[in-house]
């Protein structure tokens, strides 16, 4: 059972910036497409970006392109998010999440993830 575990959330005023990780247990993290989904309240879960299991590509929202950068380090089992230049309507609880299947293909819809971490909520003030 892989189990996924976020960290880095917080409160920062527009334009700041925070780092997401999300580390992995129990599974063979080296092999999962890696992904960050969101959920601001009120709203569906949204697909952020996502990162194949050698790094050699990644996909982000249009929403988020030039400002968040997706990165994972396999030998510490982590997936990361760097979030910059944030602005309120990034508030939300963010979701890291596994894809196990060896396909190693980038899919942004949530039902193709099979692991989910418990989410970390990231805050923006204007």
Do not use: H
């Amino acid at each position: 059972q892989v189990q996924l575990v976020e960290s880095g959330g917080g409160l920062v005023q527009a334009g700041g910036s925070l780092r997401l990780s999300c580390t992995a247990s129990g599974g063979t993290f080296s092999t999962y497409v890696m992904g960050w989904f969101r959920q601001a309240p009120g709203k569906e879960r949204e697909f952020v970006t996502a990162i194949t299991w050698n790094s050699g590509n990644t996909y982000y929202v249009d929403s988020v392109k030039g400002r968040f950068t997706i990165s994972r380090d396999n030998a510490k089992n982590t997936v990361y998010l760097q979030m910059n230049s944030l602005k309120p309507e990034d508030t939300a609880v963010y979701y890291c999440a596994a894809d196990v299947n060896p396909a190693n293909y980038i899919y942004t819809q949530s039902r193709y993830y099979d692991y989910w971490g418990q989410g970390t909520q990231v805050t923006v003030s204007s």
